[in-house]
């Protein structure tokens, strides 16, 4: 199942569970239209998306405020 409006639910591309669509982020788009979508992935999966993707890349997140702390002296 895809999102259907006003429905009240979604099927998440990762998990391909339906859920409501609380579970999913929203993001906006500005412009001409300054609308609000969701995301295609639930909270849930992007949670476990990004705590791996953490633990498969330690020294990104130390190097980026490294480097970040450097540029802002």
């Not at 409006?5 to 099927?11: L, Q």
């Not at 788009?29 to 992007?46: A, F, I, L, M, T």
């Not at 476990?48 to 997140?61: A, E, I, L, V």
Request: net charge positive.
């Amino acid at each position: 199942m895809s999102y259907v409006p006003n429905s009240g639910s979604k099927a998440c591309r990762r998990c391909g569970e339906d859920k409501l669509v609380t579970e999913f982020r929203v993001f906006r788009v500005y412009g001409s239209q300054d609308r609000e979508y969701r995301r295609s992935w639930c909270k849930d999966c992007e949670r476990s998306y990004s705590r791996d993707w953490r633990k498969r890349n330690p020294g990104y997140h130390a190097d980026w405020s490294r480097a970040y702390r450097a540029i802002k002296v």
